[in-house]
């Protein structure tokens, strides 16, 4: 089945701890993106990805950071959490030359 | 600035009956996407339709249809004979021409959708 997945699902850390929001895909999709969603505002972009190891700046990339070795993989790293980076966290992928973007379940993440 | 903006935060419909979302964009593009993406309580998001701004004829996906005006930018989403599994959040959004921000998806805030029995 085709399908973009994240792990963990739900998350709660405390200030300052060091955590990875895991995304893969298995549709062979160059493109990749992290958004994350917040009462009011809708989805934001954080950051994406064209290829491996070719990532840019979305809008709203301050405290996280990203890596894309392989073409499937995609995690978003926040160094060091702070509670407003409590928040609904979405990935989602697309193939070259197709608009529409899949994503993946998302993952709840609270920070304390 | 790039925006996507839904004029109503929540709107009510009566099962089987009709509901018209209004969403409507800036842009200073000639071509681009627009979609509306559904959120039910699980959290997913699961798209509903498409549109091609190129494209003169509006998309339709079963009881799903839009209303486009290009000149207008405005991409409204019509829901016929409303299901109670219809009931979510409802987000507009658009990526301008592949290549030019990478399809960044913008979004408008979103229109909770309830479905009443």
């Known amino acids: 089945e085709a399908q973009v997945t994240q792990n963990p699902r739900y998350l709660i850390t405390v200030t300052g701890k060091k955590l990875t929001v895991t995304c893969s895909q298995n549709?062979?999709?160059?493109?990749m993106s992290w958004y994350r969603q917040d009462p009011g505002l809708g989805l934001r972009q954080i950051y994406y990805?064209?290829?491996?190891?070719?990532?840019d700046k979305g809008d709203v990339p301050e405290g996280y950071k990203v890596s894309r070795k392989e073409k499937r993989n995609f995690p978003l790293i926040l160094e060091s959490p702070s509670p407003n980076q409590t928040s609904l966290y979405f990935c989602?992928?697309?193939?070259?030359?197709?608009?529409?973007?899949?994503f993946g379940p998302g993952t709840r993440l609270l920070v304390l | 600035a790039q925006t996507v903006t839904q004029s109503q935060p929540e709107m009510s419909v009566q099962e089987a009956e009709t509901v018209t979302l209004s969403c409507t964009y800036d842009?200073?593009?000639?071509?681009?996407?627009l979609f509306w993406y559904k959120q039910p309580p699980s959290r997913q998001m699961i798209l509903v339709i498409r549109?091609?701004?190129?494209?003169?004829q509006n998309a339709t996906e079963n009881r799903f249809s839009v209303n486009f005006q290009k000149a207008a930018k405005s991409f409204s989403l019509k829901i016929s004979d409303s299901q109670l599994g219809d009931t979510a959040m409802y987000f507009c959004?658009?990526?301008?021409?592949?290549?030019?921000?990478?399809?960044?998806?913008?979004f408008g805030k979103g229109t909770k959708l309830s479905v009443k029995p």
């Open positions: 989602a992928s697309r193939d070259r030359g197709r608009e529409t973007q899949y």
């Open positions: 549709m062979n999709h160059e493109y």
């Open positions: 990805s064209m290829n491996v190891e070719v990532t």
């Open positions: 842009t200073s593009e000639n071509n681009y996407y």
């Open positions: 549109q091609e701004a190129y494209k003169q």
């Open positions: 959004a658009r990526t301008p021409l592949l290549g030019g921000s990478q399809g960044n998806l913008i």
